[in-house]
Every structure is written in structure tokens, then in C-alpha cells.
């Protein structure tokens, strides 16, 4: 079936790195997508979305990027800082309601 | 204010009992879900509710899981007869309103464990 899957299970960067995690996804008719952190032991967290008619979004020290083309999504993490440790998901949601998450990146950090 | 929170945050059961997990939405969220996060996977849509309509059952795996959500509130997820595959993170999350941009907010998972 469709899924929304990631292209690395792993990253490692030093502090003060700039990290970018990728994800490709298959449902062309979702309109909406969504990053999520969780550090261990913890529910995800919302981290930053973007909608279809968008090709970048930013937050703080982070930023999105869609290319509706090839069906990719990025997660950039500016100045990345150990605290940024954690297991990153993009997720989607076509039909509106539940999200389809791909299986996530492992981002290490260290000092 | 308050997260979503579950209970219990871990449980230990024995193959072939039946178990109950806990959430407790938002205040004012009149949409919940069931996530189930098996090791080193990401999360797999389980079951919504969104305020009085029928729930959306369509990711639960087996008829052993069921879910309820009593008052518009409080839900529990019912797995009969675990199996040692149901061990995983099961986790609830709960928004404004279902669909959209409303943001899902997640709680710290119940982490099962079946021997």
C-alpha cells in the first residue's frame, strides 16, 4: 500500500552542524505533512507541517521543504545541538484524519 | 496545561490474557486516536473517534483489539487473548477537532509487553 517512508535510518553530525533528514512519500493526493521528533521514552512531538501549496516553511532553526514533483520532503536542522538527539518522522495525511508515519531517522549529535 | 496522558505506562502480561490501556485526552479535544509503535517502526494507525460518529476502525489488525471512548472523553483500548506480537508502544493522541491542520498531540505511549 501508499506509504510515507524515509530515506536514511541513521544520521550522525557533529554540534553546530547543519542536518538534513529526507523523506519520500507515495499518496500523491495528500495535501498535508507533518515532522514529528520523539526522544525516548516519549510520545512524538510536533515539530513543523506544511501544506501542499507550499514549498518551504520555516520555524525555529528548522525548515521544510516539499517538492510535490518527485514526491520529497525535508527536515532542515540549522546549528543542530545534542538536545536535537532523537528519532525524526514525517507523517502524512491524506484522508484527513489518521496519519501515515514512515519509520523514522535516528539523528545523533555530538559534541 | 495538561498533555494527553496514558496508563499505565508499562504493562506485562501473559500470553493469552486480556489487557486494557488508558487514555486521557485533552480537555476540549473532540478527536482521539490509537497508534501502535512496534520496535524500531514507526507508528501504525490503529482506531479514531471523532465526537459522536462512529469510530474509524479500519487500522485495527485482529477483532482481538477493540476501542471505546466514553462521555467523548476518556478511551480505552481493549486487546483480548494477547499474543506476543501485540508487544509494542501503543500510543493515544488527540486533537481539536479531526482532519486538516489540527495538530495531533501525543501521550507517552503504554509500552506492553506479552511473555
Known amino acids: 500500500g501508499e506509504s510515507v517512508g524515509l530515506h536514511l535510518p541513521t544520521l550522525s553530525v557533529q554540534e553546530g552542524d547543519n542536518s538534513i533528514i529526507n523523506c519520500a512519500y507515495s499518496n500523491s493526493a495528500s495535501d498535508y505533512f507533518i515532522w514529528y521528533k520523539q526522544e525516548s521514552g516519549k510520545g512524538p512531538q510536533f515539530i513543523i507541517d506544511i501544506r501542499s501549496n507550499m514549498d518551504k516553511r520555516q520555524g525555529q532553526r528548522v525548515t521544510v521543504l516539499l517538492n510535490k514533483t518527485v514526491k520529497h520532503l525535508s527536515l532542515q536542522i540549522a546549528a543542530t545541538q545534542p538536545g536535537d538527539s532523537a528519532v525524526y518522522f514525517c507523517?502524512?495525511?491524506?484522508?484527513?484524519?489518521?496519519?501515515?508515519f514512515g519509520k523514522g531517522t535516528t539523528l545523533s549529535v555530538s559534541s | 496545561g495538561a498533555g494527553v496522558s496514558q496508563s499505565p505506562s508499562n504493562k506485562v502480561t501473559e500470553k493469552g490474557k486480556d489487557v486494557e490501556l488508558r487514555c486521557d485526552p485533552i480537555?476540549?479535544?473532540?478527536?482521539l486516536y490509537w497508534y501502535r509503535q512496534s520496535l524500531g517502526q514507526g507508528l501504525e494507525f490503529l482506531i479514531y473517534?471523532?465526537?459522536?460518529?462512529?469510530?474509524?476502525k479500519s487500522g485495527l489488525p485482529s477483532d482481538r483489539f477493540s476501542a471505546e471512548r466514553t462521555g467523548g472523553s476518556v478511551s480505552t483500548l481493549t486487546i483480548q487473548r494477547t499474543q506476543q506480537e501485540d508487544s509494542a508502544v501503543y500510543l493515544c493522541a488527540s486533537s481539536l477537532l479531526a482532519g486538516g491542520s489540527y495538530e495531533q498531540y501525543f501521550g507517552p505511549g503504554t509500552r506492553l509487553t506479552v511473555t
Open positions: 473517534f471523532q465526537g459522536n460518529s462512529a469510530p474509524d
Open positions: 480537555s476540549g479535544h473532540t478527536a
Open positions: 507523517a502524512e495525511n491524506p484522508a484527513g484524519t489518521a496519519l501515515i
